[in-house]
């Protein structure tokens, strides 16, 4: 609804534009006598500036529309993608936090438990990489590519130390966090471009 009623009001801005532009053409022309070439040259010129505006507006609109038509149309698939992502890592929440308890209760005596842990998180990460890509953003790709490579660091270490655990536990926390906020960031601009008139 905002953008629409930014285009209504930049309309009126350009059309007030033209009449003021006009009116000194005519202004010039009559009281101080500037030739008809030079007014008729100063007209062409902010018209051809002016029909290059409108131009723009009408290929940024069209672009606008196809954008908004491409999302919609993938949307549903996604979602059930990210549901699926929730879901399947959901479960991980209470792994980690049972893990990180026995850990530091028995003073690291269970860290390869807490490994093997890690090592089925990454896994998991692993076998989902075709439907990650398929749903999240490019910037969370990027992201989760990091997380992968703390959690092998971790998996491939002799012994794990207090800090490695919470990093490892922290890194699972992250990877569920960012699959919820990108479920949400989705349902949020799908029902914004919904709403949205062209």
């Known amino acids: 609804m905002g953008d629409k009623r930014d285009s209504v009001e930049l309309i009126v801005l350009v059309i007030i534009g033209i009449n003021m532009l006009f009116l000194m053409f005519f202004l010039l022309y009559f009281m101080f006598n500037v030739s008809k070439e030079i007014t008729a040259g100063l007209i062409a010129f902010i018209g051809a500036i002016i029909g290059g505006f409108i131009t723009y507006l009408g290929v940024k609109v069209t672009l606008d529309h196809r954008d908004k038509e491409v999302f919609l149309s993938s949307?549903?698939?996604?979602?059930?993608?990210?549901?699926?992502?929730?879901?399947?890592?959901?479960?991980?929440?209470?792994?980690?936090?049972?893990?990180?308890?026995?850990?530091?209760?028995?003073n690291g005596i269970s860290y390869m438990f807490v490994k093997e842990f890690f090592k089925e998180f990454y896994n998991q990460l692993i076998g989902d990489t075709e439907l990650i890509y398929e749903v999240m953003s490019y910037d969370e790709l990027r992201i989760l590519e990091f997380h992968k490579k703390t959690f092998k660091v971790l998996i491939y270490k002799e012994a794990l130390s207090n800090e490695d655990v919470k990093a490892g536990i922290s890194k699972v926390r992250d990877v569920n966090k960012m699959f919820a906020v990108s479920k949400n960031n989705l349902d949020e601009k799908y029902y914004k471009l919904r709403s949205k008139k062209y």
């Open 75 to 106: 949307a549903t698939e996604k979602l059930q993608g990210l549901e699926k992502l929730n879901a399947n890592y959901n479960s991980y929440l209470n792994k980690a936090a049972a893990h990180e308890q026995a850990f530091f209760r028995e």
